[in-house]
C-alpha cells in the first residue's frame, strides 16, 4: 500500500523565500490583479509614467505574495529588468525607524556594496546625502520601491518622514511606489497628507469556494497526489470546501496552511480541519489581541457571538456596553479595519450592520471562547 502523499510546504509567512515558478503554481482568485501590478512595472519602465499603488486587504490576503509574483514575471523579462532597479522593504524591515532608515535600507537592499556609503551618510545625519546616493545608484533606472505594510512603516518614520519620501519620488521623477496595508494611517487618508489620493487602492477580495479549491488542487498536483486531486472533484470535497469556507472565509494564507497537509481524511472533516487552523493560527491572533484596549477585546468577542452582522445597538447589547462606549468603540475598530460598517438588502437603509473584516478572525474568538464545543 503506498504512502499517502504530502504536498509540499508553502512559506505561507513569507513566500519572496519561494522560486518564482512555485509561487505561480499555487496562485489562484488574483491572476488579474498580478497582472495589473505586472502592467504598471512594465508600462513605468517604458514610458516612466508611474501609477503608484497600494494592495489592502487582512492579515494572509495575500499581498506579498502578489507583489512577489508580480514583480519576478515584470522582471523576467530582460528589456525590463534592464531598465529597472528593485527595493524591497520587507515588513519585518527592523531597524527602520525614520526616514534615513529608510533610504539606507533601500541602498542596501539594491546591493551590499553600497553598504559602506550608505552607513557614513547615515551616522552622518545627511538625508540629501542618502538621497543623493540612492539616485546615482538608480542612475537612467525605475527604481521599484517596494514597501510592504506601508501603513507601519508611516508610523515608525512619522509624518516628516511620508512627506520627505513623497517629496523624493516626485523630485526624483524615476520611482514607481508598489505598497501594501492592512489599514489606511492618517498618512495615506487624511486630506491634509501628501499621499493622500497619490496611491490607487486595490482591495483585495477573498477567494471564493471554487478558488480555495483550486488552490488545494494547484498543491495536490505539486505533490504528484493524483488521489486527493481527483477527491477534489468530488461532492463530497466541495460540500466540505463550502463548510470550511463559511467559517474561515477566503484567506489565501489559510488555505495554504490547510494544503501542507490536505487528504481526503482530513479535509473530509471540516470540524477537525478548521480545528486545526486556527490552532495552528493562534499565536498571531493572539498578538494582535493583546495590543487592543479592553473595551475593544469586549466588543469583538461580542461581535463574534453573535448569528450575524449586527447594529450598534444590538453590538451594545451582545458586549455588556453602553450604546455610546460601542459607538466609539466601534468607530476606532474600523479605522482600523478590524471591523466594516455597511447596508444589508432588505433591511432598514437608515442603519449600519457591522461585521469582521477578517471572517477567521471571528471563527478564532468563537473556537477559544467555546473549547469544549470545538
Known sequence: MSRPVQAPLHPVHNPRTAPLPHLEQVTAGHGALISRVRSRIETASRSGTRAHTLLRGPWGSGKTHILAVATGQALGNEQVASRVALAWISDDALPISSYPDLLHEAITTLGPENAGEARAARLAASVSDLEDLLAAIVGRRLLVLVAEHIDVLFERIGGAGARALRGFVE?????????????LVPALSSRAEPWYGNLDIDTIPPLDPAEATSLLRHRAALAGDQPLGAWLGTEQAATAVRAVHRAIGGSPRAWQIIGDTAR????????????????????HYQHELLGLANTERQLLLGLARAP?????GELADNAGLTANTAAVTLRRLAESSWVRGGKLPGEDQRRTYYQFTDPMLAA?????DTPGKR
Not at 526624483?172 to 505598497?179: K, Y
Not at 450575524?308 to 450598534?312: A, I, K, L, R, S
Not at 478564532?364 to 477559544?368: A, I, T
Open 171 to 183: 523630485t526624483h521623477g524615476r520611482t514607481l511606489v508598489l505598497a501594501s496595508a492592512t489599514r
Open 264 to 283: 481526503p481524511s482530513t479535509l473530509g472533516q471540516p470540524a477537525a480541519t478548521i480545528s486545526k487552523l486556527l490552532d495552528t493560527c493562534s499565536p
Open 308 to 312: 450575524g452582522p449586527v447594529t450598534v
Open 364 to 368: 478564532y474568538l468563537l473556537w477559544r
